[in-house]
């Protein structure tokens, strides 16, 4: 299957600061990303759709100018988590389309202190 | 997006058993998909169903797309400890995936 990778795994920051996680398609391009929240034992919830060369699109409840999104190549979305509080702290997952399957990153926790 | 209905919510079954788990929808998908997620990492693809009907195996694991489109099963054979883990069903509208809430399987040896 196609390969998605994220960077950081693992991140603490300090309350305030902006954290980048970026997500990539290794093996394959990906015009649309996705990015996704996951809280403890729950499922995934979609929070915004990346679209390379246009802007994100954003699910209801979800801050854009909180929750950055930049698609600027066809192998990488980057989010951007601003001004960051602990209840931003969360298990962070992204996924890229190929065909007509989704493939995910291994995820990033963020912890914000 | 919509949540799909996902059931068991939990399964403790013995090494060697059998398992199965189904989603429902009050909505057509044209795809359903099963995936798998460990702790701590991202849902890995167990299988992709494209077409009403479709009975489709990897190794172990079975998964049929139903006649109505609104409902998929899973079932893995002869459970090994490396199964432990959660599922989720997951129905494919347009590029956004609706998730069910997750089966969490847990295999005692």
């Known amino acids: 299957g196609a390969v998605v990778s994220q960077h950081p795994s693992r991140v603490i920051c300090k309350s305030g600061t902006s954290v980048k996680i970026e997500c990539r398609s290794l093996d394959f391009q990906a015009t649309t990303m996705f990015w996704y929240r996951q809280f403890p034992k729950k499922s995934l919830m979609l929070m915004a759709t990346s679209n390379e060369g246009s802007k994100a699109t954003y699910e209801q409840g979800v801050e854009k100018d909180k929750f950055l999104i930049n698609h600027a190549s066809l192998t990488l979305s980057t989010l951007t988590v601003t001004s960051a509080h602990p209840e931003d702290s969360s298990f962070y997952i992204c996924?890229?389309?190929?065909?007509?399957?989704?493939?995910f990153g291994p995820g990033t926790r963020l912890t914000v202190t | 997006g919509q949540q799909l209905n996902q059931s068991p919510q939990s399964m403790f079954i013995q090494e060697g058993e059998d398992v199965s788990m189904n989603c429902t929808s009050s909505?057509?998908?044209?795809?359903w998909l099963w995936y798998k997620q460990d702790p701590g990492e991202g849902p890995v693809l167990l299988i992709a169903?494209?077409?009403?009907?479709e009975l489709t195996s990897n190794g172990r694991l079975t998964a049929q797309f139903g006649i109505t489109r609104k409902d998929s099963f899973l079932n893995i054979s002869a459970s090994i400890p490396s199964d432990v883990g959660i599922y989720f069903c997951a129905g494919l509208s347009g590029y956004a995936l609706n998730f069910g809430k997750g089966t969490s399987l847990l295999v005692t040896p």
């Open positions: 909505s057509i998908f044209n795809t």
């Open positions: 169903l494209y077409k009403a009907g």
């Open positions: 996924s890229a389309v190929s065909g007509h399957e989704q493939y």
